[in-house]
């Protein structure tokens, strides 16, 4: 029953229909090479060619699972390394920048495997908390190797702005309609 519904998916229905056709009321006419047994082979033949088909489509997906996971394990191991590497340069301007470049082209295969990490559920059935220290301003320029300066006129400008909206009324106006914005 399987060949024959892969050859009434696999077969255009004309050529079905011609076959039927040609077993109904010709099945003893032969065209030189060609008669209905020719033509149902032929018809047959495809059957055989799509398990081939699919057994090559299945030994490509196997293939492609484990390219994946390959993928997946070597951009893990890239990405270990690399946060190795920072810790291990830390302070050293030059292959801190270095790796900084390196990470921003690193591929996006790692953050759908850190992703699938991060959904992952602790013994208890809760979920894995993660355990990163966040770093302020500066500890994070210090990291990166930059030096933070501030503008001593901005500086100035945003601490006038404070000063000036604390000592500013807090209420706001009673709102207004359309019409009386329109007046104005």
Do not use: H, W
């Not at 992952?120 to 301003?137: D, F, L, M, V």
């Amino acid at each position: 029953m399987q060949a024959f519904s892969l050859m009434t998916d696999l077969v255009p229905q004309a050529i079905r229909d011609l076959l039927a056709f040609y077993k109904e009321r010709y099945p003893d006419a032969r065209f030189g090479d060609l008669d209905v047994t020719v033509l149902q082979s032929a018809v047959d033949s495809i059957d055989l060619e799509a398990k081939s088909v699919v057994k090559a489509e299945e030994a490509l997906a196997v293939a492609r699972a484990s390219y994946r996971e390959v993928e997946v394990e070597i951009s893990q191991k890239a990405a270990r390394a690399l946060s190795f590497l920072k810790i291990f340069v830390d302070g050293d301007a030059e292959p801190l920048a270095k790796l900084e470049l390196i990470a921003a082209s690193m591929p996006a295969t790692r953050r759908k495997a850190k992703a699938g990490a991060d959904a992952e559920t602790t013994a208890s059935g809760e979920p894995r908390q993660r355990r990163r220290r966040a770093k302020n301003g500066e500890e994070a320029a210090q990291v990166a190797g930059v030096e933070l300066t501030i503008d001593p006129v901005l500086e100035a400008d945003s601490a006038a702005l404070v000063t000036d909206a604390s000592e500013a009324d807090t209420q706001l106006p009673a709102p207004r309609s359309a019409k009386s914005v329109a007046a104005e």
